[in-house]
């Protein structure tokens, strides 16, 4: 128990330690008058279609987790899901080193529902697994389109074709998910992914890049793979800290590449501020004292939910 107190102590201050080191390495390389100035020409437009592209992204998101929710046994209205989908959100971008957006839901959905945690937890579990699934088969596919990597595109098509005829194998001999579920909240995990996409094709539009997007779109997927490991607050950090050094590697410009991340970020910020209106306007949501220390203790999943989750 005392690892545990000392962990919860220490959590937050070892994340904005690492995303404060990354954030450094990351402007110690950028002119960040190059940034300033690719804001002063953006146009506005475009990031507010980017926000909802983003906030659509996140609608289909919680009603695919409501399949799995429905799947192990609990059929949630349409609305409350969506307003608990964004409070986990605000939880893990704002309160980090608080309550976490997963233990709230499974600690609400538990105690308001008498429903097991173990059940919740897989559902949050197969919806992880679900988003991976799609975001992979994409950066595959951008993978792929890239001239610069000399790959045949045969060999990354057939190991995601492998890897992923083996997962649905395994999905529906160890998890008890039907065919018809399965299809269902991976056409879903597919939209999601789609629509994070555009959102950076959006971002890229609102910069005005010239350069192709393929490869500024791959890096975006591997940099949300990275910022889902929860070791900076909400993923800042970790992703810019990639789109820098891949962009040595691919046909990416630093500066442009860098103002794509924070671009993301701070629409990801705007998205999650729904979950703090959510939280005092409506009151079934509302926890006491006792029970946000108790999620703190029980904590099932230490993950990172920021929006760019999978």
Not at 203 to 207: E, R, T, Y
């Given at each position: 128990m005392e690892k545990r107190a000392m962990w919860?102590?220490?959590?937050?201050?070892?994340?904005?330690?690492?995303?404060?080191i990354l954030?450094?390495?990351?402007?110690?390389?950028?002119?960040i008058g190059q940034v300033q100035e690719l804001y002063r020409q953006s146009n506005p437009l475009y990031f507010l279609l980017a926000l909802l592209a983003l906030v659509g992204s996140q609608v289909v998101s919680s009603s695919r987790l409501r399949v799995f929710f429905k799947a192990k046994g609990l059929a949630?209205?349409?609305?409350?899901?969506?307003?608990?989908?964004?409070?986990?959100m605000f939880y893990n971008l704002f309160l980090p080193g608080g309550i976490g957006g997963d233990a709230y839901k499974i600690y609400l959905l538990r105690s308001r529902f008498q429903k097991p945690a173990r059940k919740l937890l897989s559902a949050i579990f197969l919806d992880r697994l679900s988003g991976f699934w799609a975001m992979t088969g994409i950066a595959t596919l951008l993978f792929t389109q890239i001239a610069e990597i000399k790959l045949p595109a045969l060999i990354p098509v057939s190991l995601y074709v492998i890897g992923s005829v083996v997962y649905f194998v395994l999905l529906g001999r160890?998890?008890?998910?039907?065919?018809?579920?399965?299809?269902?909240?991976?056409?879903?995990?597919l939209v999601v992914q789609l629509l994070q996409v555009?959102?950076?094709?959006l971002?890229?539009?609102?910069?005005n890049t010239e350069q192709?997007?393929?490869?500024y779109l791959f890096t975006f997927l591997v940099s949300s793979l990275v910022s889902l490991f929860p070791f900076t607050i909400g993923g800042l950090g970790a992703r810019e800290y990639v789109f820098v050094q891949a962009a040595n590697l691919l046909p990416m410009?630093?500066?442009?590449?860098?103002?794509?991340?924070?671009?993301?970020?701070?629409?990801?910020?705007?998205?999650?501020?729904?979950?703090?209106?959510i939280a005092f306007r409506s009151k079934e949501f509302a926890l006491t004292p006792e029970e946000s220390e108790e999620i703190k203790q029980e904590e099932p999943i230490a993950h990172t939910q920021s929006p760019r989750k999978v």
């Open positions: 919860h102590t220490i959590k937050t201050p070892l994340k904005i330690l690492v995303t404060g954030l450094y390495l990351v402007f110690r390389k950028i002119d949630l209205p349409f609305l409350y899901n969506l307003k608990l989908y964004f409070l986990g160890f998890f008890d998910i039907s065919p018809r579920i399965a299809v269902i909240s991976h056409t879903k995990a555009l959102c950076i094709v971002i890229l539009l609102a910069l192709p997007f393929t490869a410009e630093k500066y442009i590449a860098l103002t794509i991340s924070l671009s993301f970020y701070l629409i990801s910020v705007t998205v999650a501020l729904t979950g703090l209106y």
